[in-house]
């Protein structure tokens, strides 16, 4: 038996990066997923690969209507929306705050939080009704700190933090759970693209990712995958409105006073 047996979920921007990594490890664990993705080749092809457990949908995620149909397809497929995890993202707008145009702005934001805000709203009407889920945010280390990505990400994903927090709270009592994920730099398409300029560059990637790391190694999808399967299963049911950061102490974690206790 998996630690997930039966259990269904949504993962949006499940097609790729950490997205793919939960789909894979959830339905190891025996869980069903629908994969809701703009991206239809990647998302068909994981699909496919792993059979009857997943289904895949075209979902945008600043559309109401489409994360709606996510959410129906889970039910209608799988029988229930156990877990839904709004998880799909992009770095958005870059550059000084004075040349950042308000188109730019407006778009990363709703990809960014019009979706987690979508997507918790419509969890949580189907979940009220079961009487349990999970809900599982993206967010970042950037979500916790500031000078960790650019800033209307930052404000973004701080945003991610403050609502998942805020429905927690009315979650709780009827047997729901809120958390956030907050990854730090993690390999994936999105991370490949931000260090080397290739979004397919992934071995350059992880050289040059890792070796900001403490411990000389960054985390793949899988390592958030972990959580993940934590957070969704019953393992987790203690956990609410809590917000899990995942750096391996690479930013978030200061060491300034490591002058109390010397770091080799
Ligand atoms: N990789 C990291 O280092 C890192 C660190 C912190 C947080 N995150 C967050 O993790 C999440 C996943 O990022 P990733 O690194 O796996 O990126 P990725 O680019 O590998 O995957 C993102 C997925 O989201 C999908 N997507 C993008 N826009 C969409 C839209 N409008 N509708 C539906 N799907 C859409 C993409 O098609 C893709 O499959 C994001 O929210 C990101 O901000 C990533």
């Known amino acids: 038996m998996g630690r997930m047996e039966g259990l269904a979920a949504v993962v949006t921007g499940g097609a790729r990066g950490i997205g793919e990594g939960i789909v894979r490890r959830y339905v190891a664990e025996g869980a069903r997923c629908v994969i809701a993705d703009i991206d239809v080749e990647a998302g068909e092809r994981l699909a496919a690969e792993l059979g009857d457990s997943v289904a895949f949908l075209r979902c945008d995620v600043t559309s109401e209507a489409d994360i709606v149909a996510a959410i129906d397809l889970c039910i209608s497929r799988f029988g229930a929306l156990d877990i839904m995890i709004n998880n799909a993202g992009i770095s958005g707008v870059t550059g000084p705050i004075q040349d950042t145009e308000l188109a730019d702005f407006e778009r990363t934001m709703a990809i960014l939080t019009t979706s987690v805000f979508l997507g918790t709203k419509h969890a949580m009407r189907v979940m009220k009704e079961q009487g349990h889920g999970s809900i599982i945010n993206t967010a970042s280390t950037a979500g916790v700190q500031g000078g960790l990505g650019p800033h209307v990400y930052t ?110």
């Open 155 to 264: 404000m973004a994903k701080h945003g991610v933090v403050g609502l998942s927090k805020s429905v927690a709270v009315e979650a709780a009592p009827r047997g729901i759970r809120v958390n956030v994920l907050c990854p730090g730099a993690t390999l994936s398409s999105l991370t490949a693209a931000v260090v080397t300029g290739d979004k397919d560059n992934l071995d350059a990637a992880y050289e040059r990712l890792s070796s900001k790391y403490p411990g000389g190694k960054a985390p793949r999808p899988e390592d958030m995958a972990n959580a993940a399967v934590w957070l969704g299963s019953d393992e987790g049911r203690f956990m609410n409105g809590a917000v899990i950061i995942m750096d391996a102490g690479k930013e978030v974690l200061s060491d300034r006073a490591a002058k109390f206790y010397p770091i080799d």
